[in-house]
């Protein structure tokens, strides 16, 4: 999979100096402690990142695809719509990116 760069986009409501200083955190890497005497860097310059390994993909194919909206579709919500606080696709969403991740709970 080929690594999409940083982009700066400023929106509305975006201070254009936080965007410039968040431009320029990007652009070189970002020194930490050291670990048993070698140097160790931060260096967010090389794409999309996901702490979950991935997941952030998994996410974009599934929204692409219809994955969990398909089946949130197909089946019946029994409950009372006025308490409803979750909708049934945000509730199948969950669940399967949690197995996705690997959480054992899901």
Known sequence: MNAQPFKTHI????DPMHAEMASQLHQTPLPLA???????????????LAVDA?????KDIADQLGFTRHRAAVLSDPRDAR????TLH?????????????YEDA
């Open 90 to 102: 945000d509730l199948i969403k969950q669940r399967v990116f949690h197995m996705a991740a690997g």
């Open 54 to 58: 991935g997941l952030l993909w998994r």
């Open 11 to 14: 929106g509305s409501g975006v």
């Open 83 to 86: 308490r409803v606080k979750f």
């Open 34 to 48: 050291p670990v048993r005497a070698k140097a160790v860097a931060l260096d967010c310059d090389r794409g999309r």
